[in-house]
Protein backbone atom coordinates (compact mmCIF):
# COMPACT_ATOMS: atom_id res chain seq x y z
CA UNK A 1 0.00 0.00 0.00
CA UNK A 2 1.37 3.29 -1.02
CA UNK A 3 1.74 6.42 1.69
CA UNK A 4 1.00 9.60 1.19
CA UNK A 5 3.10 11.96 0.28
CA UNK A 6 2.37 15.18 1.93
CA UNK A 7 3.95 17.75 -0.44
CA UNK A 8 1.04 17.31 -3.11
CA UNK A 9 -0.95 20.30 -2.64
CA UNK A 10 -4.79 18.77 -4.47
CA UNK A 11 -5.71 15.10 -4.17
CA UNK A 12 -8.76 13.18 -6.31
CA UNK A 13 -10.02 9.90 -4.60
CA UNK A 14 -11.68 7.42 -6.85
CA UNK A 15 -13.32 4.57 -5.46
CA UNK A 16 -14.93 0.76 -6.68
CA UNK A 17 -17.15 -0.83 -4.46
CA UNK A 18 -16.84 -3.97 -6.87
CA UNK A 19 -18.01 -8.01 -6.33
CA UNK A 20 -15.22 -8.93 -4.10
CA UNK A 21 -13.40 -5.47 -1.94
CA UNK A 22 -13.71 -2.27 -2.03
CA UNK A 23 -10.91 -0.37 -3.41
CA UNK A 24 -9.50 3.30 -3.49
CA UNK A 25 -6.58 5.19 -5.09
CA UNK A 26 -5.93 8.73 -4.47
CA UNK A 27 -3.87 10.62 -7.33
CA UNK A 28 -2.66 13.83 -7.69
CA UNK A 29 -2.89 17.10 -10.40
CA UNK A 30 -0.38 14.92 -12.40
CA UNK A 31 -1.52 11.90 -11.75
CA UNK A 32 0.90 10.46 -9.41
CA UNK A 33 -1.05 7.30 -7.20
CA UNK A 34 -0.22 8.79 -3.65
CA UNK A 35 -2.11 6.08 -2.26
CA UNK A 36 -3.91 2.40 -3.06
CA UNK A 37 -5.61 0.59 -0.57
CA UNK A 38 -8.44 -1.92 -0.09
CA UNK A 39 -10.53 -3.74 1.83
CA UNK A 40 -11.43 -7.52 0.82
CA UNK A 41 -15.10 -8.72 2.22
CA UNK A 42 -13.92 -12.20 2.59
CA UNK A 43 -10.60 -12.05 4.36
CA UNK A 44 -11.43 -8.66 6.12
CA UNK A 45 -14.76 -8.85 7.11
CA UNK A 46 -15.14 -12.61 8.10
CA UNK A 47 -18.41 -12.33 9.70
CA UNK A 48 -19.84 -11.79 6.85
CA UNK A 49 -19.15 -15.11 5.50
CA UNK A 50 -19.15 -14.32 2.09
CA UNK A 51 -17.16 -16.20 -0.33
CA UNK A 52 -16.10 -14.14 -3.43
CA UNK A 53 -17.74 -11.01 -1.68
CA UNK A 54 -21.67 -12.86 -1.96
CA UNK A 55 -23.78 -15.40 -0.50
CA UNK A 56 -24.95 -17.89 -3.00
CA UNK A 57 -28.34 -19.36 -1.98
CA UNK A 58 -29.16 -23.18 -1.64
CA UNK A 59 -31.34 -22.81 -5.10
CA UNK A 60 -27.74 -21.76 -6.63
CA UNK A 61 -29.98 -18.99 -8.20
CA UNK A 62 -29.98 -16.69 -5.93
CA UNK A 63 -26.57 -14.60 -5.05
CA UNK A 64 -26.63 -11.53 -2.55
CA UNK A 65 -24.23 -9.36 -0.87
CA UNK A 66 -25.37 -8.17 3.04
CA UNK A 67 -26.19 -4.80 2.34
CA UNK A 68 -24.43 -3.58 5.92
CA UNK A 69 -21.40 -5.15 4.79
CA UNK A 70 -20.66 -2.50 2.38
CA UNK A 71 -21.04 0.36 5.23
CA UNK A 72 -18.59 -2.07 7.48
CA UNK A 73 -16.17 -1.93 4.73
CA UNK A 74 -16.20 1.40 3.72
CA UNK A 75 -15.41 2.51 7.51
CA UNK A 76 -12.60 0.22 7.46
CA UNK A 77 -11.02 1.22 4.68
CA UNK A 78 -11.15 5.18 5.90
CA UNK A 79 -10.28 3.91 8.85
CA UNK A 80 -6.93 2.20 7.64
CA UNK A 81 -6.56 5.61 5.32
CA UNK A 82 -6.60 7.68 9.03
CA UNK A 83 -4.50 5.61 10.68
CA UNK A 84 -1.95 6.22 7.87
CA UNK A 85 -1.81 9.74 7.86
CA UNK A 86 -3.67 10.28 4.72
CA UNK A 87 -3.82 14.15 4.15
CA UNK A 88 -8.00 13.92 2.93
CA UNK A 89 -7.84 17.81 3.67
CA UNK A 90 -6.78 17.65 0.36
CA UNK A 91 -8.73 16.10 -1.34
CA UNK A 92 -11.13 18.58 -3.52
CA UNK A 93 -12.91 16.03 -5.37
CA UNK A 94 -14.29 12.31 -4.94
CA UNK A 95 -15.45 9.76 -7.62
CA UNK A 96 -16.37 5.97 -7.13
CA UNK A 97 -17.65 2.98 -8.91
CA UNK A 98 -19.86 0.20 -7.98
CA UNK A 99 -20.55 -3.41 -9.50
CA UNK A 100 -23.39 -3.04 -11.44
CA UNK A 101 -27.17 -4.01 -11.61
CA UNK A 102 -26.91 -4.51 -7.41
CA UNK A 103 -29.79 -2.83 -5.56
CA UNK A 104 -29.76 -1.43 -2.23
CA UNK A 105 -33.19 -0.75 -0.74
CA UNK A 106 -33.67 2.37 2.14
CA UNK A 107 -35.97 1.64 4.71
CA UNK A 108 -38.48 4.98 4.98
CA UNK A 109 -36.66 7.20 7.33
CA UNK A 110 -33.38 6.34 6.39
CA UNK A 111 -32.88 9.70 5.08
CA UNK A 112 -32.77 11.50 7.85
CA UNK A 113 -30.43 9.19 9.66
CA UNK A 114 -28.07 9.85 6.64
CA UNK A 115 -28.41 13.07 6.78
CA UNK A 116 -27.67 13.06 10.43
CA UNK A 117 -24.32 10.68 11.33
CA UNK A 118 -22.05 11.19 14.21
CA UNK A 119 -19.04 11.68 13.90
CA UNK A 120 -18.34 10.18 17.01
CA UNK A 121 -19.97 6.36 16.27
CA UNK A 122 -18.50 4.44 13.05
CA UNK A 123 -21.60 4.38 9.98
CA UNK A 124 -21.85 1.12 10.43
CA UNK A 125 -23.29 0.91 13.99
CA UNK A 126 -25.84 3.70 12.56
CA UNK A 127 -26.77 2.74 9.29
CA UNK A 128 -26.74 -0.66 10.06
CA UNK A 129 -30.68 -0.93 10.74
CA UNK A 130 -31.62 1.35 7.27
CA UNK A 131 -32.57 -1.07 5.36
CA UNK A 132 -36.12 -2.50 4.19
CA UNK A 133 -34.07 -5.60 2.11
CA UNK A 134 -30.79 -6.95 3.77
CA UNK A 135 -29.15 -8.92 1.39
CA UNK A 136 -28.87 -6.84 -2.06
CA UNK A 137 -29.46 -8.78 -4.73
CA UNK A 138 -26.09 -8.74 -6.86
CA UNK A 139 -25.19 -9.01 -10.67
CA UNK A 140 -23.98 -12.50 -10.55
CA UNK A 141 -28.35 -13.50 -9.26
CA UNK A 142 -29.97 -15.00 -11.96
CA UNK A 143 -33.45 -15.77 -10.08
CA UNK A 144 -35.89 -13.47 -12.10
CA UNK A 145 -36.55 -15.60 -15.49
CA UNK A 146 -40.50 -15.17 -14.59
CA UNK A 147 -39.58 -11.19 -14.40
CA UNK A 148 -38.00 -10.57 -17.20
CA UNK A 149 -40.46 -12.69 -19.82
CA UNK A 150 -43.23 -10.44 -18.12
CA UNK A 151 -41.19 -7.29 -18.62
CA UNK A 152 -40.61 -8.36 -22.66
CA UNK A 153 -44.34 -8.97 -22.94
CA UNK A 154 -45.13 -6.15 -21.46
CA UNK A 155 -42.81 -3.86 -23.97
CA UNK A 156 -43.97 -5.76 -27.04
CA UNK A 157 -41.13 -8.53 -26.90
CA UNK A 158 -36.93 -8.91 -26.71
CA UNK A 159 -36.07 -6.57 -29.22
CA UNK A 160 -38.81 -3.65 -28.12
CA UNK A 161 -37.23 -3.67 -24.84
CA UNK A 162 -33.53 -3.14 -26.37
CA UNK A 163 -34.21 -0.45 -28.35
CA UNK A 164 -35.54 1.12 -25.75
CA UNK A 165 -33.53 0.43 -22.86
CA UNK A 166 -30.47 -0.88 -24.98
CA UNK A 167 -30.49 -4.32 -23.40
CA UNK A 168 -33.09 -7.16 -24.15
CA UNK A 169 -34.15 -8.44 -20.59
CA UNK A 170 -31.80 -9.61 -18.28
CA UNK A 171 -32.10 -11.48 -15.00
CA UNK A 172 -29.01 -9.65 -13.66
CA UNK A 173 -30.61 -6.18 -14.49
CA UNK A 174 -32.10 -4.19 -11.43
CA UNK A 175 -35.63 -4.05 -13.04
CA UNK A 176 -36.55 -7.25 -13.16
CA UNK A 177 -34.48 -7.76 -9.61
CA UNK A 178 -36.82 -4.77 -8.10
CA UNK A 179 -39.96 -6.61 -9.87
CA UNK A 180 -38.90 -9.58 -7.37
CA UNK A 181 -39.00 -7.84 -4.69
CA UNK A 182 -42.26 -5.99 -4.77
CA UNK A 183 -43.91 -9.27 -5.87
CA UNK A 184 -42.24 -11.31 -3.35
CA UNK A 185 -41.08 -9.17 -0.51
CA UNK A 186 -44.30 -6.51 -0.72
CA UNK A 187 -43.82 -5.07 2.66
CA UNK A 188 -40.21 -4.32 2.63
CA UNK A 189 -41.14 -3.03 -1.03
CA UNK A 190 -44.10 -0.74 0.32
CA UNK A 191 -41.28 0.00 3.05
CA UNK A 192 -38.64 1.48 0.75
CA UNK A 193 -38.29 4.91 0.24
CA UNK A 194 -35.22 4.79 -2.14
CA UNK A 195 -33.82 1.82 -4.17
CA UNK A 196 -29.84 2.96 -5.57
CA UNK A 197 -28.06 1.34 -7.56
CA UNK A 198 -24.31 -0.28 -5.27
CA UNK A 199 -22.99 2.91 -7.28
CA UNK A 200 -25.61 5.61 -6.33
CA UNK A 201 -25.74 3.64 -2.53
CA UNK A 202 -21.67 4.38 -2.02
CA UNK A 203 -22.05 8.03 -3.06
CA UNK A 204 -25.14 8.24 -0.65
CA UNK A 205 -22.87 7.52 2.05
CA UNK A 206 -20.44 10.49 1.03
CA UNK A 207 -22.92 12.98 0.70
CA UNK A 208 -25.35 11.98 3.61
CA UNK A 209 -28.25 11.99 1.38
CA UNK A 210 -29.94 10.34 -1.62
CA UNK A 211 -27.57 10.24 -4.92
CA UNK A 212 -29.47 10.29 -8.23
CA UNK A 213 -28.52 7.16 -10.18
CA UNK A 214 -26.09 7.76 -13.19
CA UNK A 215 -27.24 7.30 -16.36
CA UNK A 216 -24.58 5.32 -17.78
CA UNK A 217 -25.36 2.75 -14.78
CA UNK A 218 -28.97 3.31 -15.15
CA UNK A 219 -28.58 1.91 -18.30
CA UNK A 220 -27.91 -1.64 -16.90
CA UNK A 221 -31.51 -1.49 -14.93
CA UNK A 222 -33.94 -2.78 -18.00
CA UNK A 223 -35.63 0.76 -17.03
CA UNK A 224 -33.60 3.81 -18.61
CA UNK A 225 -34.69 5.04 -21.91
CA UNK A 226 -30.80 4.88 -23.48
CA UNK A 227 -32.46 8.17 -25.72
CA UNK A 228 -34.28 10.50 -23.95
CA UNK A 229 -31.82 9.36 -20.54
CA UNK A 230 -35.39 9.46 -18.40
CA UNK A 231 -37.08 6.42 -16.81
CA UNK A 232 -38.97 4.27 -19.03
CA UNK A 233 -42.90 4.39 -18.00
CA UNK A 234 -43.65 1.57 -19.82
CA UNK A 235 -40.87 -0.62 -17.80
CA UNK A 236 -41.69 1.62 -13.95
CA UNK A 237 -45.16 0.38 -14.34
CA UNK A 238 -44.21 -3.55 -14.80
CA UNK A 239 -41.83 -3.77 -12.27
CA UNK A 240 -43.36 -2.25 -8.73
CA UNK A 241 -45.35 0.43 -8.42
CA UNK A 242 -44.72 4.10 -7.07
CA UNK A 243 -41.25 3.02 -8.98
CA UNK A 244 -40.29 6.45 -9.93
CA UNK A 245 -40.62 8.07 -6.37
CA UNK A 246 -38.53 5.08 -4.95
CA UNK A 247 -35.78 6.02 -7.95
CA UNK A 248 -35.75 9.24 -7.91
CA UNK A 249 -34.15 11.30 -10.47
CA UNK A 250 -30.70 10.05 -12.78
CA UNK A 251 -28.48 12.27 -14.15
CA UNK A 252 -25.62 12.19 -16.49
CA UNK A 253 -22.12 11.02 -15.00
CA UNK A 254 -20.45 13.96 -14.77
CA UNK A 255 -22.59 15.69 -12.53
CA UNK A 256 -21.40 16.76 -9.24
CA UNK A 257 -23.68 15.15 -7.09
CA UNK A 258 -23.00 17.44 -3.93
CA UNK A 259 -20.58 17.63 -1.35
CA UNK A 260 -18.70 15.66 1.49
CA UNK A 261 -21.39 15.24 4.65
CA UNK A 262 -20.18 17.04 8.10
CA UNK A 263 -19.66 13.32 8.94
CA UNK A 264 -16.24 13.12 6.50
CA UNK A 265 -15.62 16.40 7.61
CA UNK A 266 -15.19 15.72 11.24
CA UNK A 267 -14.31 12.54 11.37
CA UNK A 268 -11.65 12.28 8.73
CA UNK A 269 -10.57 16.20 8.34
CA UNK A 270 -11.81 16.18 4.43
CA UNK A 271 -12.29 19.76 3.54
CA UNK A 272 -16.14 20.96 3.69
CA UNK A 273 -15.65 21.75 -0.06
CA UNK A 274 -14.71 18.35 -1.56
CA UNK A 275 -17.12 17.86 -4.39
CA UNK A 276 -18.32 14.55 -5.03
CA UNK A 277 -18.87 13.63 -8.92
CA UNK A 278 -22.00 11.32 -9.40
CA UNK A 279 -20.56 7.39 -8.83
CA UNK A 280 -21.17 5.35 -11.56
CA UNK A 281 -20.91 1.52 -12.94
CA UNK A 282 -17.63 -0.46 -12.76
CA UNK A 283 -17.34 -1.12 -16.54
CA UNK A 284 -18.57 2.60 -17.19
CA UNK A 285 -15.68 3.75 -15.05
CA UNK A 286 -13.16 1.38 -16.47
CA UNK A 287 -14.32 3.14 -19.72
CA UNK A 288 -13.22 6.39 -18.86
CA UNK A 289 -9.73 5.38 -16.76
CA UNK A 290 -8.54 3.07 -20.18
CA UNK A 291 -10.04 6.18 -22.85
CA UNK A 292 -9.76 3.47 -25.41
CA UNK A 293 -9.35 5.27 -29.03
CA UNK A 294 -10.64 4.07 -31.66
CA UNK A 295 -10.64 0.51 -33.08
CA UNK A 296 -9.43 -0.91 -28.93
CA UNK A 297 -10.95 -3.13 -27.57
CA UNK A 298 -11.20 -3.63 -23.40
CA UNK A 299 -11.09 -7.13 -22.32
CA UNK A 300 -12.00 -6.37 -18.39
CA UNK A 301 -10.85 -9.87 -16.54
CA UNK A 302 -12.13 -9.38 -12.91
CA UNK A 303 -14.60 -11.38 -10.93
CA UNK A 304 -16.83 -11.03 -14.25
CA UNK A 305 -15.13 -10.99 -17.51
CA UNK A 306 -16.60 -8.07 -19.74
CA UNK A 307 -15.69 -6.56 -23.23
CA UNK A 308 -16.35 -3.22 -24.06
CA UNK A 309 -16.13 -0.66 -26.30
CA UNK A 310 -16.51 2.71 -27.08
CA UNK A 311 -19.28 3.77 -29.41
CA UNK A 312 -20.70 6.98 -31.02
CA UNK A 313 -23.64 4.98 -32.98
CA UNK A 314 -25.57 2.04 -31.39
CA UNK A 315 -27.77 -0.71 -33.04
CA UNK A 316 -29.11 -2.27 -29.18
CA UNK A 317 -29.92 -5.90 -30.29
CA UNK A 318 -30.61 -9.04 -28.86
CA UNK A 319 -27.16 -10.27 -27.67
CA UNK A 320 -25.00 -7.74 -25.81
CA UNK A 321 -25.75 -3.96 -24.08
CA UNK A 322 -26.06 -0.25 -24.54
CA UNK A 323 -25.07 1.54 -22.16
CA UNK A 324 -25.07 5.75 -21.65
CA UNK A 325 -20.99 6.45 -22.29
CA UNK A 326 -20.20 8.30 -18.56
CA UNK A 327 -18.08 10.33 -20.59
CA UNK A 328 -19.34 11.91 -23.61
CA UNK A 329 -23.48 12.72 -23.08
CA UNK A 330 -24.30 12.06 -26.61
CA UNK A 331 -21.89 8.81 -26.76
CA UNK A 332 -23.06 5.41 -25.77
CA UNK A 333 -20.68 2.16 -24.65
CA UNK A 334 -21.29 -1.48 -25.76
CA UNK A 335 -20.49 -4.45 -23.19
CA UNK A 336 -21.01 -7.88 -22.93
CA UNK A 337 -20.71 -9.89 -19.89
CA UNK A 338 -19.54 -12.91 -18.61
CA UNK A 339 -20.36 -14.62 -15.26
CA UNK A 340 -17.60 -17.34 -14.86
CA UNK A 341 -14.47 -15.31 -14.92
CA UNK A 342 -11.56 -14.92 -12.07
CA UNK A 343 -13.64 -17.60 -9.62
CA UNK A 344 -13.69 -19.85 -12.44
CA UNK A 345 -9.96 -19.51 -13.05
CA UNK A 346 -9.45 -19.75 -9.15
CA UNK A 347 -11.10 -23.14 -9.06
CA UNK A 348 -9.12 -24.54 -11.58
CA UNK A 349 -5.90 -23.18 -10.58
CA UNK A 350 -6.70 -24.94 -7.39
CA UNK A 351 -7.56 -28.07 -8.28
CA UNK A 352 -4.91 -28.35 -11.04
CA UNK A 353 -1.88 -25.89 -9.84
CA UNK A 354 -1.86 -25.87 -6.10
CA UNK A 355 -3.03 -22.73 -5.44
CA UNK A 356 -0.65 -20.74 -7.04
CA UNK A 357 -0.86 -18.27 -9.48
CA UNK A 358 2.56 -19.04 -10.86
CA UNK A 359 2.40 -22.79 -10.97
CA UNK A 360 -0.48 -22.12 -12.91
CA UNK A 361 1.40 -19.40 -15.62
CA UNK A 362 4.15 -22.30 -15.70
CA UNK A 363 1.57 -25.10 -16.87
CA UNK A 364 0.17 -22.29 -19.60
CA UNK A 365 3.40 -22.14 -20.67
CA UNK A 366 4.09 -26.00 -21.13
CA UNK A 367 1.08 -26.71 -23.53
CA UNK A 368 0.90 -25.42 -26.98
CA UNK A 369 -1.29 -23.20 -28.11
CA UNK A 370 -4.59 -24.72 -29.22
CA UNK A 371 -4.29 -27.24 -26.63
CA UNK A 372 -3.94 -29.99 -29.73
CA UNK A 373 -7.81 -29.39 -30.30
CA UNK A 374 -9.08 -30.32 -26.95
CA UNK A 375 -11.68 -27.45 -25.87
CA UNK A 376 -13.32 -26.85 -22.59
CA UNK A 377 -16.60 -24.50 -21.49
CA UNK A 378 -17.08 -24.17 -17.82
CA UNK A 379 -20.16 -22.75 -16.75
CA UNK A 380 -19.55 -23.05 -12.63
CA UNK A 381 -22.52 -21.04 -12.30
CA UNK A 382 -25.51 -20.27 -14.69
CA UNK A 383 -23.64 -17.81 -17.38
CA UNK A 384 -25.41 -14.94 -19.24
CA UNK A 385 -24.20 -15.85 -22.84
CA UNK A 386 -25.47 -18.67 -23.23
CA UNK A 387 -27.70 -18.79 -20.47
CA UNK A 388 -26.34 -22.00 -19.46
CA UNK A 389 -24.58 -24.03 -16.59
CA UNK A 390 -22.02 -26.80 -16.14
CA UNK A 391 -18.71 -28.05 -17.39
CA UNK A 392 -18.36 -29.38 -20.81
CA UNK A 393 -14.79 -31.12 -22.59
CA UNK A 394 -14.05 -31.86 -25.61
CA UNK A 395 -11.27 -33.81 -27.06
CA UNK A 396 -9.47 -32.81 -30.43
CA UNK A 397 -12.21 -35.40 -32.23
CA UNK A 398 -14.84 -33.64 -31.11
CA UNK A 399 -15.65 -36.18 -28.58
CA UNK A 400 -17.31 -35.58 -24.78
CA UNK A 401 -14.71 -36.45 -22.30
CA UNK A 402 -14.81 -36.43 -18.49
CA UNK A 403 -11.51 -34.91 -17.75
CA UNK A 404 -8.17 -33.57 -18.65
CA UNK A 405 -4.68 -33.55 -17.45
CA UNK A 406 -3.86 -30.79 -15.20
CA UNK A 407 -1.98 -28.82 -17.88
CA UNK A 408 -4.94 -29.25 -20.72
CA UNK A 409 -7.34 -28.33 -17.92
CA UNK A 410 -5.34 -25.17 -17.34
CA UNK A 411 -5.18 -24.03 -20.75
CA UNK A 412 -8.42 -25.03 -21.91
CA UNK A 413 -9.95 -23.10 -19.03
CA UNK A 414 -8.67 -19.83 -20.68
CA UNK A 415 -8.67 -20.74 -24.30
CA UNK A 416 -12.47 -21.33 -23.53
CA UNK A 417 -13.09 -18.43 -21.98
CA UNK A 418 -11.23 -15.85 -24.45
CA UNK A 419 -12.60 -17.44 -27.29
CA UNK A 420 -15.91 -17.49 -25.95
CA UNK A 421 -14.96 -13.73 -25.36
CA UNK A 422 -14.16 -12.77 -28.91
CA UNK A 423 -17.11 -14.83 -30.58
CA UNK A 424 -19.37 -12.72 -28.35
CA UNK A 425 -17.89 -9.67 -29.21
CA UNK A 426 -17.77 -10.53 -33.05
CA UNK A 427 -21.97 -11.69 -32.46
CA UNK A 428 -22.74 -7.88 -31.16
CA UNK A 429 -20.92 -6.47 -34.53
CA UNK A 430 -17.34 -5.59 -33.47
CA UNK A 431 -14.61 -6.91 -36.11
CA UNK A 432 -11.33 -7.52 -35.23
CA UNK A 433 -9.14 -5.86 -37.99
CA UNK A 434 -4.98 -4.68 -38.16
CA UNK A 435 -5.20 -2.34 -36.05
CA UNK A 436 -7.27 -3.45 -33.57
CA UNK A 437 -5.76 -3.21 -29.54
CA UNK A 438 -6.72 -5.36 -26.74
CA UNK A 439 -6.68 -3.00 -23.74
CA UNK A 440 -6.88 -5.22 -20.80
CA UNK A 441 -7.39 -4.53 -17.11
CA UNK A 442 -8.67 -6.41 -13.84
CA UNK A 443 -7.27 -8.97 -11.52
CA UNK A 444 -5.91 -11.08 -14.05
CA UNK A 445 -4.16 -8.81 -16.43
CA UNK A 446 -1.04 -9.17 -13.85
CA UNK A 447 -0.68 -12.56 -15.46
CA UNK A 448 2.03 -12.29 -18.69
CA UNK A 449 0.95 -15.91 -19.49
CA UNK A 450 -3.18 -15.40 -19.40
CA UNK A 451 -1.99 -11.97 -21.78
CA UNK A 452 -0.25 -14.05 -24.62
CA UNK A 453 -3.25 -16.38 -24.29
CA UNK A 454 -5.46 -13.52 -25.05
CA UNK A 455 -3.00 -12.15 -27.96
CA UNK A 456 -3.05 -15.41 -29.71
CA UNK A 457 -6.66 -15.53 -29.23
CA UNK A 458 -7.80 -12.00 -30.31
CA UNK A 459 -4.90 -12.40 -32.47
CA UNK A 460 -3.47 -8.62 -31.70
CA UNK A 461 -1.51 -6.89 -29.39
CA UNK A 462 -2.43 -6.54 -25.58
CA UNK A 463 -1.89 -3.00 -23.91
CA UNK A 464 -2.53 -2.54 -20.08
CA UNK A 465 -2.23 0.50 -18.02
CA UNK A 466 0.55 0.49 -15.08
CA UNK A 467 -2.51 1.05 -12.77
CA UNK A 468 -4.26 -1.87 -12.92
CA UNK A 469 -7.59 -0.83 -10.75
CA UNK A 470 -8.74 1.12 -13.83
CA UNK A 471 -12.52 1.63 -12.34
CA UNK A 472 -11.16 3.29 -9.57
CA UNK A 473 -7.98 5.24 -11.25
CA UNK A 474 -10.59 6.27 -14.03
CA UNK A 475 -13.28 7.79 -11.19
CA UNK A 476 -10.39 9.87 -9.81
CA UNK A 477 -9.97 11.07 -13.35
CA UNK A 478 -13.55 11.99 -14.27
CA UNK A 479 -13.28 13.47 -10.67
CA UNK A 480 -11.40 16.10 -11.94
CA UNK A 481 -12.62 16.08 -15.13
CA UNK A 482 -15.58 17.54 -13.68
CA UNK A 483 -14.30 19.97 -11.19
CA UNK A 484 -11.58 21.51 -13.76
CA UNK A 485 -13.76 21.46 -16.98
CA UNK A 486 -11.82 21.25 -20.10
CA UNK A 487 -11.93 18.07 -22.38
CA UNK A 488 -11.79 14.50 -20.88
CA UNK A 489 -9.30 13.49 -23.80
CA UNK A 490 -6.57 15.60 -22.63
CA UNK A 491 -7.16 14.54 -18.70
CA UNK A 492 -6.85 11.05 -20.49
CA UNK A 493 -3.52 11.75 -22.20
CA UNK A 494 -1.62 12.76 -19.25
CA UNK A 495 -2.88 10.66 -17.20
CA UNK A 496 -1.06 6.60 -17.25
CA UNK A 497 -0.39 5.30 -21.11
CA UNK A 498 -0.79 1.89 -22.12
CA UNK A 499 2.26 -0.28 -21.96
CA UNK A 500 1.87 -3.30 -24.68
CA UNK A 501 2.93 -6.53 -23.10
CA UNK A 502 1.99 -8.91 -25.09
CA UNK A 503 1.97 -9.49 -28.97
CA UNK A 504 0.38 -12.41 -30.79
CA UNK A 505 2.12 -15.56 -32.19
CA UNK A 506 1.33 -16.82 -35.77
CA UNK A 507 -1.71 -19.09 -34.65
CA UNK A 508 -4.89 -17.12 -35.79
CA UNK A 509 -5.69 -20.40 -38.26
CA UNK A 510 -5.68 -22.43 -35.39
CA UNK A 511 -8.14 -20.60 -33.39
CA UNK A 512 -10.51 -19.45 -36.08
CA UNK A 513 -10.96 -23.20 -36.04
CA UNK A 514 -11.69 -23.40 -32.49
CA UNK A 515 -13.82 -20.69 -32.71
CA UNK A 516 -15.99 -22.44 -35.36
CA UNK A 517 -16.00 -25.72 -33.01
CA UNK A 518 -16.88 -23.32 -29.80
CA UNK A 519 -20.14 -22.19 -31.77
CA UNK A 520 -21.46 -25.46 -32.21
CA UNK A 521 -20.36 -26.62 -28.86
CA UNK A 522 -22.04 -23.93 -27.28
CA UNK A 523 -25.43 -23.56 -29.70
CA UNK A 524 -25.61 -27.75 -28.61
CA UNK A 525 -25.58 -26.57 -24.42
CA UNK A 526 -27.42 -23.69 -25.24
CA UNK A 527 -29.68 -26.34 -27.04
CA UNK A 528 -29.70 -28.98 -24.15
CA UNK A 529 -30.31 -26.02 -21.35
CA UNK A 530 -33.46 -25.34 -22.71
N1 LIG B 1 -1.72 -13.36 -11.08
C1 LIG B 1 -3.01 -13.58 -11.31
N2 LIG B 1 -3.39 -14.40 -12.31
C2 LIG B 1 -4.70 -14.61 -12.59
N3 LIG B 1 -5.70 -14.05 -11.89
C3 LIG B 1 -5.39 -13.23 -10.87
C4 LIG B 1 -4.05 -12.94 -10.54
N4 LIG B 1 -4.06 -12.08 -9.49
C5 LIG B 1 -5.36 -11.85 -9.19
N5 LIG B 1 -6.17 -12.54 -10.01
C6 LIG B 1 -7.64 -12.62 -10.00
O1 LIG B 1 -8.18 -11.33 -9.89
C7 LIG B 1 -9.48 -11.46 -9.30
C8 LIG B 1 -9.92 -10.12 -8.76
O2 LIG B 1 -9.96 -9.23 -9.84
P1 LIG B 1 -10.51 -7.76 -9.66
O3 LIG B 1 -10.45 -7.08 -10.98
O4 LIG B 1 -9.84 -7.09 -8.52
O5 LIG B 1 -12.03 -8.11 -9.29
P2 LIG B 1 -13.22 -7.24 -8.74
O6 LIG B 1 -13.00 -5.84 -9.25
O7 LIG B 1 -14.44 -7.88 -9.31
O8 LIG B 1 -13.18 -7.34 -7.23
C9 LIG B 1 -9.30 -12.52 -8.24
O9 LIG B 1 -10.51 -13.24 -8.06
C10 LIG B 1 -8.16 -13.39 -8.81
O10 LIG B 1 -8.66 -14.61 -9.30
O1 LIG C 1 -22.68 -7.48 -14.51
C1 LIG C 1 -21.67 -6.88 -14.83
C2 LIG C 1 -21.65 -5.95 -15.98
O2 LIG C 1 -22.84 -5.95 -16.71
C3 LIG C 1 -20.41 -7.07 -14.03
O3 LIG C 1 -19.29 -6.70 -14.77
C4 LIG C 1 -20.47 -6.30 -12.72
O4 LIG C 1 -20.36 -4.92 -12.96
C5 LIG C 1 -19.43 -6.82 -11.72
O5 LIG C 1 -18.17 -6.32 -11.93
P1 LIG C 1 -16.79 -6.88 -11.29
O6 LIG C 1 -16.93 -6.85 -9.79
O7 LIG C 1 -16.56 -8.23 -11.85
O8 LIG C 1 -15.76 -5.89 -11.77
Not at 160 to 167: E, N
Not at 287 to 315: H, I, M, R
Request: charged share 20%; proline share 5%; hydrophobic share 35%.
Amino acid sequence: MAQANKNQDRLFLGFDFSTQQIKVIAVTDAFEVVYDGHVQFDVDLPEFKTNGGVHIHPDHVTITTPTKMWVKAFDLLLSRMKASDFPFHKVVAVSGAGQQHGSVYWKKGARIQLANLSPDQNMFDQLKDSFSVDDSPVWMDSSTADQCLKLEKAVGGPQVLASITGSRSYVRFTGNQIMKISETKREAYDNTERISLVSSFAASLFIGDYAPIDHSDATGMNLLDIWTREWAPKCLEVCGPNLAEKLGPSVHSTKPVGKVSSYFVKKYGFNPECVVVAFVGDNPASLAGLAPEQGDVVVSLGTSDTVFLWLTKPTPGLSGHIFANPINQDDFMSLTCFKNGSLTRERIRDENSEGSWDKFSEMLKKTPPGNNGALGIYFDQMEIQPFAEGVYRFDGEGNKVDSFPPEVEVRAVIEGQFIARKVHAENVGFQLGPNTRVIATGGASNNQEILQVLADVFNSPVYVKEVPNSAALGCAMRAKHTLDGGKFSDIAQKAHPSVLVASPGPYSQVYSQLSVRYREFEKMIETQSQ
